[in-house]
């Protein structure tokens, strides 16, 4: 089947229902240790939220369900390159590691565009791995907008 860590497979199967939905299809997940302590799909439009991205729906429900807005020890899964917003918002939590899948030249703020983690004025720099499960994200935001044309 997948050749790629379970969290990943939960992100992808959150941006499916987020697609499902309408929405653009991102999903996250956050993780402590190996249990999952938050999932999110983008859900701007159904939420009538333009912060309402997948990585900030996890970040959201991750800091409710541990009781804290540090997430010092969790790991971010996203399908998606973070934009600059959710960059950020990684950075004040605290995560320990980003883990995502396709990377993002158009809107991505990880490793394109600003390359929000080297700037002077970030904090706090998770480790960054790419490329985890970039096919099948990729094939998901593909057929998502080859939809819409």
Not at 9 to 37: H, N, S
Not at 55 to 78: F, N, Q, S, T
């Amino acid at each position: 089947m997948f050749r790629f860590p379970a969290p990943m497979r939960a992100a992808l199967v959150a941006a499916e229902a987020a697609a499902a939905q309408g929405e653009v299809p991102v999903g996250a997940v956050v993780t402590l240790g190996d249990r999952i302590v938050g999932t999110g799909g983008n859900a701007p439009r159904a939420r009538h939220d333009p912060t309402a991205h997948a990585e900030i729906v996890a970040i959201r429900e991750a800091a409710a369900v541990l009781g804290r807005d540090r997430l010092e020890g969790c790991d971010l899964w996203v399908t998606l390159e973070p934009c600059a917003m959710c960059a950020g918002a990684i950075s004040h939590a605290r995560l320990a590691r980003l883990y995502y899948g396709a990377a993002d030249p158009k809107g991505g703020a990880v490793e394109h565009g600003p390359r929000f983690f080297t700037q002077p004025t970030c904090h706090h720099r998770p480790e960054v791995y790419g490329g985890i499960g970039e096919a099948e994200a990729a094939a998901l935001l593909r057929g998502f907008f080859a939809g819409r044309r």
